[in-house]
């Protein structure tokens, strides 16, 4: 049985977040010292996960603006992770440079979702993996989160359904997409779509 501190820690967005981190890393198929690129730092908890969990990958991880983050609090792993400052739709890496791209809620309020699919696409290695983990447009909780976020966040934020991601994510070059809730969470408002660029 947890303790009640255990059961507030699980509650904090550090928690929330490195949990996302970790199941979308059950789906991925890395190789030995892959490239792994984090869409949206925020506070940094994911790329300080992925640096840890991945001790041999080279994490970049970018943001479009960097005033959440503090590094100094983060516990990372043996390679630093790398903070680079862009926007989505818009990223300054190399043509096929990435194993794996991650971006844990955070696709919900990105400017140009499609063309930050293209991207994405454009900067993975044939064969390479997305992982987008966001709130399910299907579960009763989107429209309200939407409603918060335009008053308080973002205006551009919006909730997809698989549907909706689906249909971009085919457009923009993805072949096998797959949808994942966490087992035992079926009916939890956070999904996972892991889509893969075609192999070459
Ligand atoms: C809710 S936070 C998610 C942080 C982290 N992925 C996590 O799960 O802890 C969403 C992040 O997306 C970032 N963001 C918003 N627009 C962006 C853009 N155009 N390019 C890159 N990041 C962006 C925000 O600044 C914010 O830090």
């Known amino acids: 049985m947890p303790s009640f501190a255990q059961r507030l820690f699980a509650r904090t967005p550090m928690a929330r977040s490195t949990r996302a981190y970790e199941f979308a890393l059950t789906h991925l198929n890395l190789p030995p010292t892959p490239w792994v690129l984090d869409i949206g730092t925020g506070q940094g908890y994911g790329a300080a996960f992925l640096s840890r969990a991945l001790p041999q990958a080279r994490v970049v991880s970018i943001d479009v603006k960097m005033q959440c983050l503090h590094w100094d609090r983060l516990e990372v792993g043996p390679r630093r992770p790398y903070i680079v400052q862009?926007?989505?739709?818009?990223?300054?890496?190399?043509?096929?440079?990435?194993?794996?791209?991650?971006?844990?809620?955070?696709?919900?309020?990105?400017?140009?979702?499609?063309?930050?699919?293209?991207?994405?696409?454009?900067?993975?290695?044939?064969?390479?993996?997305?992982?987008?983990?966001?709130?399910?447009?299907?579960?009763?909780?989107?429209r309200p989160f939407e409603w918060v976020e335009h008053l308080f966040i973002s205006p551009l934020t919006h909730a997809y359904t698989p549907e909706e991601l689906e249909t971009m994510l085919r457009r923009a070059g993805f072949s096998r997409v797959h949808f994942h809730k966490r087992p035992g969470k079926e009916r939890g408002f956070l999904m996972w779509v892991i889509a893969q660029k075609e192999q070459a």
């Open 86 to 142: 862009a926007s989505a739709p818009y990223m300054p890496f190399a043509w096929a440079s990435m194993d794996a791209i991650l971006a844990v809620m955070t696709f919900h309020c990105l400017p140009q979702p499609q063309r930050v699919l293209e991207e994405a696409a454009r900067l993975l290695r044939p064969g390479g993996q997305l992982v987008i983990a966001d709130v399910d447009g299907r579960h009763w909780i989107a």
